[in-house]
Every structure is written in structure tokens, then in C-alpha cells.
């Protein structure tokens, strides 16, 4: 069964980019420089930012389900991205060497299942989750952190 991955649409983060510490700070946001790879997972591009790479660490509404799954988490933007990634049925670099945690929802933004997997090991994981004709889609989560790292669609 074929997925696809994308990444956070930049334009949800543009109005940041450039923006002063105080203004950043007004939307529960601030500016960070990588200071080792990996380490700073861009979740646009949904690579890891260089060393010496300016990011924003931002607080994203990934689940804005209304009921009790709705959740948001910090997460890093690369300043200035662009363009996303979208990929189907390959698991892009910042998702495939980190353990993750793939979480299945329904139509009504509930949980119906979950996987604990090594990054490199995703796919399948994916594949397995989307034979349940519930799963409507997946969010990866990074399983050290609990951080939201992309949504994941039947392609």
C-alpha cells in the first residue's frame, strides 16, 4: 500500500522568518542556531538542519482535533524554507534515523492504533497501520522527545 509523506507548509511559518526575538517570542517562538547534526529536525524540509543553520522553534498544532486528541508540541522550522517535502512510500532523512512512534487515526480524529519503530524501519510499520480501513491517517512522532514530526496519508 503506497504512503506519502509532506512536510509542514511554510507558509503557516513565514511571517516568522526574520522576525525580532520579540516578535517571535509573541507567538510562542523563538530562533535557534544548530549547533551539531543531528540534532535539529526541520520539519519542513524534514531534514536536520546544519550546524550554524538558523531555525525557529515554534509551538504547532499538529492534532486540531475538537476532542481529546487535540495537541500541539514545539517543533523546529528551517528560516526560510520554502518548499516541503513530499515524498511517496520512501521515509524522508530526519524520520529514518530516529525511533519513532506512529499513531493511527479515523475519520473522527481518534486513536485506533499505534507502532513504536525504528525510523529505517517505518515503512512497513506504515503499510501495517494503513491495512486497518479505520486508519484515515498517521502522525510520526519522534519516540525520544514525543516531538510531532509529519502526517502521514495514504497515497
Do not use: K, W
Not at 516578535?23 to 551539531?36: I, S
Request: proline share 7%.
Amino acid at each position: 500500500m503506497s504512503f506519502r509523506i509532506r512536510g509542514l507548509d511554510p507558509e503557516s511559518f513565514r511571517h516568522l522568518y526574520g522576525a525580532s526575538a520579540a516578535e517571535l517570542a509573541a507567538h510562542l517562538a523563538e530562533r535557534q542556531v544548530a549547533d551539531a547534526a543531528p540534532g535539529f529536525p526541520d520539519r519542513i524540509r524534514l531534514t536536520d538542519a546544519s550546524p550554524g543553520e538558523t531555525l525557529l522553534l515554534v509551538n504547532h498544532l499538529h492534532q486540531p482535533a475538537a476532542n481529546p486528541y487535540r495537541a500541539s508540541h514545539a517543533v523546529y522550522v528551517r528560516e526560510g524554507a520554502l518548499e516541503p517535502y513530499d515524498g511517496i512510500d520512501a521515509i524522508p532523512p530526519s524520520l529514518a534515523i530516529r525511533p519513532l512512534s506512529l499513531r493511527a487515526f479515523d475519520a473522527s480524529d481518534r486513536i485506533v492504533d499505534a507502532r513504536l519503530v525504528d525510523g529505517a524501519e517505518a515503512a512497513g510499520a506504515i503499510e501495517e497501520l494503513f491495512r486497518d480501513p479505520r486508519a484515515l491517517y498517521l502522525h510520526a512522532h519522534f519516540a525520544r522527545f514525543g516531538c510531532y514530526a509529519a502526517r502521514i496519508e495514504r497515497a
